[in-house]
């Protein structure tokens, strides 16, 4: 019987060949993670969209535009889902393929900033 359909990991492989699918895709990966991301952990805290959406403060359609990753989230954004998860933001600069850069710190965001020493004035 001859197959009908075919993974979409091999339709993706084929299409990535195409620069410009390619420039595009790069392009959504970003909104694409932060939807899997806040899907994932709200499967794993067995809550609902409403019940997020409630914690953190937003509308069920924001939150449902995020997780249908039709819509950027904002880092205040990211810091309430955050929050509402137990968890914090965050961010890492990575190459094309996915490896994080190195000598570069990631990026914490949260509702607590790291308090900054007083800077020392001489005079001369």
Do not use: C
């Not at 420039?23 to 909104?31: D, F, G, I, L």
């Not at 509402?84 to 600069?93: D, H, M, Q, S």
């Amino acid at each position: 019987m001859p197959r009908r359909s075919r993974p979409w990991k091999e339709i993706k492989r084929e299409l990535l060949r195409d620069a410009a699918f390619r420039q595009a895709y790069e392009e959504v990966e970003p909104e694409f993670q932060a939807a899997r991301a806040v899907i994932a952990l709200r499967a794993a805290k067995r809550i609902t969209q409403e019940e997020l959406a409630a914690r953190a403060h937003l509308q069920r359609p924001v939150l449902s535009r995020i997780e249908g990753a039709k819509t950027m989230p904002t880092i205040p954004t990211l810091e309430r889902l955050a929050a509402a998860f137990g968890a914090k933001v965050e961010i890492r600069f990575v190459d094309r393929n996915n490896h994080p850069l190195r000598r570069v710190p990631s990026i914490r965001v949260g509702r607590t900033r790291a308090r900054l020493a007083a800077p020392v004035i001489r005079r001369v």
